[in-house]
């Protein structure tokens, strides 16, 4: 599987960005899917999850009620809706994937295998 993530870019603080991320080479219809950040000297983080029904979501408490994740099944694409951007929100971000058996921690790096290349947010204040 190979993951494409893309949308990333330079906004204004208070802004909105909708990350994209692709899956290729196999169908992730039963995975579950996350994104993480990693900001400039800091080490990566859990942003949101989705499980592989698309019935649950999870989001750090950092991004809840601002971030918004979705997948499409059909276009083997999943999604992060960012909204009031915050500078602190300034990271690059990655889409991964954790195919089945799953594990049951949604917001440990360990839990994925599968992870794109990362798309930068930069937002200024």
């Known amino acids: 599987v190979q993951l494409q993530a893309s949308g990333g870019g330079l906004v204004q603080a208070g802004d909105s960005l909708r990350l994209s991320c692709v899956a290729s080479?196999?169908?992730?219809?039963?995975?579950?899917l996350a994104w993480f950040r990693q900001a400039p000297g800091k080490e990566r983080e859990f942003v949101a999850a989705?499980?592989?029904?698309?019935?649950?979501?999870f989001y750090s408490d950092s991004v809840k009620g601002r971030f918004t994740i979705s997948r499409d099944k059909p276009k083997n694409t999943v999604y992060l809706q960012m909204n009031s951007l915050k500078s602190e929100d300034t990271a690059v971000y990655y889409c991964?994937?954790?195919?089945?058996?799953?594990?049951?921690?949604?917001?440990?790096?360990?839990?994925?295998?599968?992870w794109g290349q990362g798309t930068e947010v930069t937002v200024s204040s």
């Open positions: 991964t994937a954790d195919p089945p058996p799953y594990h049951s921690n949604y917001s440990s790096l360990l839990k994925y295998f599968y």
């Open positions: 080479g196999r169908t992730f219809i039963t995975y579950d």
């Open positions: 989705i499980n592989y029904r698309g019935g649950s979501t």
